[in-house]
């Protein structure tokens, strides 16, 4: 990567992306066999050096968090507990998740790293930036770590974002496979933070019903939609325009983070969703084109999961692409592979759950015959029991 962005492909289209990826989150060692891995990392690092890649890119160094904004996230007691494993060869916080030596101060720069992202973004230094930091953060709650999860750092960013940079509406979009609970829970009665997640349904963590939407004053801002395994490129493509869109549109957020996980690849070892580094595109540039609409570009994505290393390496070479404005994804072809019949019940239920809260969803159109939804009941039902 160079201090400068190249200036060989000066296309209107060409974005200054940064890059966030230090060596220091790869002494976060969880058990020998742990999916979550510094191998993940190296991967990422060695594809960054392939000369169609590193010069196109600006990277920013990580600095560890600072208290304070962790303390917007997480209680000071957890903050204490996670601190004081740095003296300690392993602690296990459930049967995920644990930590070497090195893991505090990669959660440090992890979620430090992030902040330093949105704030280059923020000021105009890039266009937008992609944080590939480990451990992951979209699981971590207020005060216990779960999931390969320690501090949550999109949730972090977001505070950082609103609290030390001024800015007031955030979306945080999380397309990784599991449901970010962490996150969910944090800004759940907060309309000023819009959490939207499509993730697998009767997965880890089981929560992330469609049905809930946020709390108090903050309902409506959260927007699950879980989803039976099979979903491919055009199924999420078309959940992305027809849902995401609209109500972010709607929203206008300052800034948009992503909390990026790979494990939707059709390779994961953990996923059974069908995404392929070119839905992975397609995906980042309707999240761009939301940026682009509101708040003049400005993305921040943030690594989760993505367990298979060939495939998290090729998504997210093709995601950095599309980022810098090196290859643009024709998301009308990806979308016409959806499969209508996939489609048709999350749509429906959506529209009646959230049209209330944002109208644009109520003139979806979506119908669905009694026939339909009882045979969609039974294949829930089916998934349910399967599962
Ligand atoms: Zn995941």
Known sequence: MSSTPSNTLEKATV??????????????CMEADAPECPARLDVLQAMLREPAMGRHFVEIPARPVVRRSLEEVHAPAYIDRLEATAAQPRVYFDEDTSTSPGSHEAALLAAGGLCRAIAKVHTGALDNAFALVRPPGHHAERAQAKGFCLYNNVAVGARFAQHELGLRRILIVDWDLHHGNGTQNCFADDPSVLFFSTHRAFAYP????????????????????PLLPGFGNGEYLALFQMILSPIALSFKPDLVLVSAGFDIHVDDPMGGMRVTPEGFAGLTRLVMNIADACCRGKLVMSL??????????????????????????????????????????????VQRIHGRYWP????????????????????????????
């Open 15 to 28: 974005r200054r992306t940064g890059i966030v990826i230090d060596p220091r989150c790869g002494n976060h």
């Open 206 to 225: 089981y929560t992330g019903r469609l049905r809930d939407v946020g709390k108090g004053r903050g309902k409506g801002y959260t927007v699950n939609i």
């Open 304 to 349: 989760e999961g993505g367990y298979g290393l060939e495939g998290l390496r090729d998504s997210v070479r093709r995601v950095l692409r599309e980022m810098a404005g090196l290859q643009t994804a024709d998301t009308a072809a990806l979308m016409a592979s959806a499969d209508p019949r996939r489609l048709a019940y999350p749509l429906w239920r």
């Open 360 to 387: 644009p969803l109520a003139d979806l159109g979506v119908r669905l015959s009694l026939m339909d939804r009882f045979r969609s009941l039974l294949t829930w039902w089916g998934a349910y029991l399967g599962s």
